[in-house]
């Protein structure tokens, strides 16, 4: 008797294993609140968007999906589905950038200027304006983009060089889009 249901072949098992423990690290930190708050914006800053950023990159958006339910569910505040959404969103969409546009690395200092392009489009265009708009609509919450731009700045520049560095370091064949 042949299974009703196929298993799913073995890349697209290997791309949801990587994308549920990037977004399982970003849950972690959420979790273990280490985290700071952005003034009395409601919003945090944390190390999170490294394994939301490089983990979407590699996984692309189906991957995204995963990991930006996990990086925005735990959040503390009770409201997590603008999280969701906003992170859901911004990892789709670097999933399909890092693969049409940044990927494959070529010279370093080219790849360090399109990815840093990528992460400050990630926060600055996708995520926070995406949370304010998410928390307007859902919440009827009034968000300053520009407070809670100016508390990530530490959080950004620690987003764009950490992974670069992993990036860089790794053998070709890990750098690459699984999807």
């Known amino acids: 008797m042949k299974p009703i249901i196929k298993p799913l072949p073995l890349p697209i098992r290997i791309n949801l294993f990587i994308a549920l423990f990037f977004g399982l690290c970003a849950f ?15 919003t945090y800053t944390d190390p999170r968007e490294i394994f939301t950023i490089l983990g979407s990159s590699l996984t692309g958006p189906w991957g995204g999906l995963i990991i930006g339910f996990f990086a925005g569910v735990g959040i503390p505040g009770g409201k997590w589905l603008a999280s969701v959404l906003a992170h859901q969103i911004a990892c789709v969409l670097v999933g399909i950038a890092y693969k049409k546009f940044i990927f494959p690395m070529g010279n370093p200092f080219f790849f360090f200027i399109k990815w840093t392009g990528m992460v400050l489009s990630y926060y600055y265009l996708l995520l926070a304006p995406g949370f304010v708009l998410l928390n307007a609509l859902l919440y009827q919450e009034n968000l300053s983009y520009l407070n809670i731009i100016e508390g990530i700045l530490f959080e950004v520049l620690f987003s764009v060089f950490f992974p670069f560095i992993v990036l860089l370091i790794l053998p070709d064949r890990y750098k690459q889009p699984l999807w």
Do not use: L, R
């Open 28 to 42: 972690v930190i959420v979790k273990s609140n280490a985290m700071v708050q952005i003034g009395d914006t409601g």
